[in-house]
């Protein structure tokens, strides 16, 4: 039986917690199910396996770790069950696809697009100035919150998450990086230099940090980003354009801006220092293009010294694509003729 605390963990221990919850739930599920008390670990795999049809693939990945997460912490409280263990770990692995060498299960479900899909990704700056505007004339609750949100967000690129942990240092801002787990971080932090902007542009940055964290005094940052969000849908439809009425702006469009801003402006390695990505694909195939920034002022924020020097690259031109696969032609071996 192999020791979770011996293995070579990329999961954060939150979600080795989610994962051994739902299995202990699924373990409660399969015994009331097949009315067998207890449940042998062999057992155990072949309900699931005989299940395969009653959840999507989505479904079946998770439920499929969660049970494995299940299993391994059985077999250290009982190490005397460790074989029984170790063969329905075995067989959970067992590949019932041939086609795709996955675990069986049914035909994935055309479903609805997913909400993300259909949030704002974008924002002219004609439509940001009437979204200003209009936060500036709003009687909400959260409106003298959601305003400088608008703009420094649209600036910097914080994930929501990433503002409560913000801080000015100097003319830097210091930021702890959001999903850093998994290595999808450039570090733990991240700092964005300032040094371009003046004084008192970094003073009003200073102030709403400090204004956000007068607001979230109780821990509660889900209500206050709940309430930020709801002010800035207020403010779309307090517009009157139809496409901001349609799809409001969210928190998270305002990073979406801020990325195009960047591209725009910066390499892709300073992009993905900036916005705190591990690689420089991420913000070139999951963020808006940087057409998208038309009519945007530049962005002058730097990455600080040595984050360029962290980011994993991926990205390989057109130029060196082409350059690639004549080397590859070269280096193969002349046609044999035919008789």
Known sequence: MVDPANRDRTRAPATVKAYFKRGTLLLEMATRETGIDPLTPIQ??????????????????????SIRECLVY???SKPARSKLIDTALDLLAEVVDPETGRLAAPRAIKTPRRTSADKRKSLTATEFNAVDAALLGLRHRYAFLARPYLSYTSLLGLRPS??????IIGTSLVVQNGKNSNGRANGSTRTIELDAYSEGHIQGLGEFIAALA???ADGDWRRV???????????????GIPGLIRRPVTPYTCRHVAAARLKAAKTRTEVAALLGHAT??????????RSAARGWKPVHTRASEGAKDLIRLRYVSFTDRASLVQNAKRDLPPPTPTP
């Open 214 to 216: 007068r607001a979230t």
């Open 280 to 289: 420089d694909e991420t913000a070139f195939q999951h963020y808006a293009p």
């Open 74 to 76: 059985l077999g250290i």
């Open 162 to 167: 990433e503002w409560p942990t913000a801080q």
């Open 225 to 239: 980003h709940a309430g930020i969000r709801r002010a800035l849908r207020a403010a779309c439809i307090a517009t």
């Open 44 to 65: 155990f795999a072949e309900w699931f396996l005989g299940e395969k049809d009653r959840w999507s693939r989505s479904t079946i990945r998770t439920y499929r770790a």
